[in-house]
């Protein structure tokens, strides 16, 4: 099987999918488990039920609260063991009133959304003019006197990237950004939505101030406003922008994680957590993002479950907190960090298909390797040759060591609808839903019957 | 030609491109007018200017007179004669704040606009129990005490169609639903938007309130929320929702309509008119509704000029207040419909490329259609057997008798922009943009120039 696994591109070339015939050397059981989870029907339900009982999930809320509540119910009606929410608290960024307008030359309204932490306007809003910069790395270069004073307008040119990829590019304008323009004595920031659509959805996110950067107001366009914007300020007049993006900061908020398990038989083998988040940002109902991957991990550990009780316990970790800053993360490996787990896998980047399986194991796992790959080869994934490096829920993991297993889906489409309003139920494909059921369920099943170590002593 | 005249089936099988070698018969002027229009560049900066400098302009305000203003400058600077502002004043619905919750069994926000003409909630809003009727005939065949004192929430499964039709079928909902709902006693009405995408962004609409139904008010939920809320509502719970819709009646503000010429050099063969309408809903910057028609006729005007003094004047007639019920139309036809209209024209949905041509013109006149037919071929349209209708700014010259030839344009993602936020200059399609630009100019350039009496004595 190492052919497959360094076969990408071969399994590109056939279309992606690998006939049947190609997988006879994965275990008989393998192909049941993944034959039933192509059926499968509780990923959907699960998907849809978060997504119209509660709605959209902000950390630190009561709406985050209610998505735990309705998880918890959810988890026990579905019979898994163990279910139960684990408490924590944390600061909350909490948006109020956002608007912005063009006052001159040509006065009309923007679309826009403030971003994770943003200073506040108060109601009176502030207004200023518009200093604009093609890039994040234009920004950097600008002497502080291009931007003193000024509202800084970053735009960017992201396109869609089947890996990502372009996220972890262009999204520097979000993270670094704002930081960048307060230091050079801006009085706000807008940047270009980090996406890829053409819709008047701005996208959200957190962005976090560096060390010595004072709070400024910090929001995104919409990708056509941000065009439009640019299309104003190439008139080559002093374009005045106002802006009102009111917030506050509350502390000590009651945030937290769901638990829930399918026992093993061996509590010495250690522990497969399967990781997800349910908070989301508060414009849409955080249908890919990421309600999807808990109905993912929930539907996959139990077709493991129906096949019989695995070696290992298998750990669903439903996070809270995520999009800002991973308060989740952190609590679960305070309280369970010490415990010994043998993989640690999370599923956060939609429901579209999964195309490549990376690993990150100890050496010696080659043969474990080369069954998953066989597993999934005949779901159209191939085997890739990159380091496997988990998701936000399960850093603290990988960063300590953990084990871990990365099923790569599809992002072609991600990015038209990350933190935006539009995500919500209808852009999930129930039948892509279904094959990333079965790929989570072949490996789940594979690692937690496995009978070689992971590591654990 | 009587092949091609009748021939759309088989223009289809061609793809809908016929060969040049099939356009022997047009004339060599006819050429040489497709080929210069097919890289025009002035509907592109007409539709850039307009939308980019003034951005939305709702019928009868201070925004759609920068419209007027903008257009008189730019048809003065493009060469046209007689160019004018020609106001009137017009009663206008105005928009204020408006929000949408649900408030049981599953409290989240709804994305919704209001419905021109909605009654106003008050800044308060009102709150009430929702009706929901899966389409206008279930709300029209319901006893009246299933819809009083409740919210009636109408539903429909409008699809896209290439021509169209399907806003007509579907449009019920918001045209007639209101008036429905109030005359049952409904204390609002939600419908689910008229359109066809699946994006977070409410298609407005005008709506008339019928003899005896008191204004309530009324909005349209965006296609993602409808639905949710009928999924909330498929729970078998009581729902609740809040409503917020504050809007004034206002009377007597400035409207207008601009008018330019190509003066013909024949006074009495008729006036060519070219219509489209300059206002546009508010929530986006009426790119594809309606500033690419008025970029178009404005372009396919200047071509025929560059060729020569046609026989006939042509009129470009910019409209105000289509959105809202015609007022330009009215004013037009009450100042100028004693003249003789050899023939009308109008270009109002959107600019994606013409696909057929249709006919209403006086008997006698078929070696005119054949010579259009002919040099339209070409541009890949055919010429259907169906009557030609015109536009709503041409409408009072229509019903008043006027030939009429329409141009008809792909209308397959009209309804998923059409009065929505997304109508924004990114949706429109340079090269489709030049395809309608050239058609317009072969048939201006016909008709301008035919040697037939068009119905003029």
């Given at each position: 099987m190492q052919k497959i696994r360094s076969g990408t591109l071969a399994a590109l070339l056939l279309g992606g999918i690998l006939t049947p015939s190609l997988a006879v050397a994965a275990p008989a059981d393998s192909k049941a488990i993944r034959d039933a989870a192509l059926k499968d029907e509780v990923a959907w339900a699960f998907t849809e039920g978060l997504t119209t009982e509660v709605g959209p999930r902000p950390a630190g809320t009561p709406q985050e609260a209610r998505g735990r509540e309705w998880a918890v119910a959810k988890l026990k009606a579905l019979g898994l063991s163990n279910v139960r929410a684990e408490p924590y608290t944390m600061a909350v960024w909490a948006r109020g009133h956002e608007a912005a307008r063009i006052v001159a030359p040509f006065p009309q309204n923007l679309a826009l959304v403030g971003l994770g932490n943003s200073g506040s306007t108060g109601e009176a809003g502030i207004e200023g003019e518009v200093a604009f910069f093609p890039t994040i790395a234009d920004l950097v270069a600008a002497p502080d006197n291009a931007v003193r004073g000024k509202i800084a307008f970053v735009g960017h040119d992201m396109h869609p990237t089947q890996d990502g990829s372009s996220y972890g590019q262009f999204g520097a304008a979000r993270r670094q950004g704002p930081s960048i323009a307060s230091k050079k004595g801006a009085i706000a920031i807008l940047i270009?939505?980090?996406?890829?659509d053409h819709h008047r959805a701005p996208h959200t996110g957190v962005q976090m101030w560096a060390e010595g950067a004072t709070p400024i107001p910090a929001a995104a366009l919409s990708v056509p406003d941000a065009e439009q914007l640019a299309r104003v300020v190439a008139r080559g007049k002093p374009v005045r922008v106002h802006l009102t993006l009111v917030s506050q900061n509350l502390t000590d908020q009651p945030s937290g994680n769901v638990i829930a398990e399918v026992p093993?038989?061996?509590?010495?083998a250690g522990i497969v957590v399967a990781a997800c988040h349910l908070d989301s940002w508060d414009?849409?109902?955080?249908a890919i993002d990421d309600a999807t991957g808990c109905g993912i991990v929930t539907a996959a550990a139990l077709q493991v479950k129906k096949a019989g009780t695995p070696r290992r316990t298998i750990r669903i970790l439903m996070a809270g907190a995520e999009e800002v800053g991973g308060d989740g993360a952190t609590a679960y490996f305070k309280a369970h960090g010490a415990e010994p787990h043998a993989l640690v896998m999370e599923s956060d980047f939609g429901a579209d298909r999964v195309w490549r399986v990376d690993f990150k194991l100890p050496t010696g796992h080659e043969d474990l390797t080369n069954r998953i790959a066989a597993g999934l080869a005949p779901l159209g994934i191939g085997a890739g040759g990159q380091e496997a490096g988990g998701g936000a829920d399960i850093a603290p993991l990988v960063k300590a060591g953990a084990p871990v297993i990365d099923l790569q889906q599809d992002g072609t489409r991600y990015f038209d609808l990350h933190?935006?309003?539009?995500?919500?139920?209808?852009?999930?494909?129930p039948a892509q839903l279904q094959q990333n059921v079965a790929a989570w369920s072949v490996v789940l099943n594979e690692v937690s019957n496995a009978s070689e170590s992971l590591g654990i002593k």
């Open positions: 270009k939505s980090i996406g890829t093993g038989s061996d509590p010495k414009q849409g109902t955080g933190h935006t309003p539009d995500d919500t139920l209808d852009k999930v494909d």
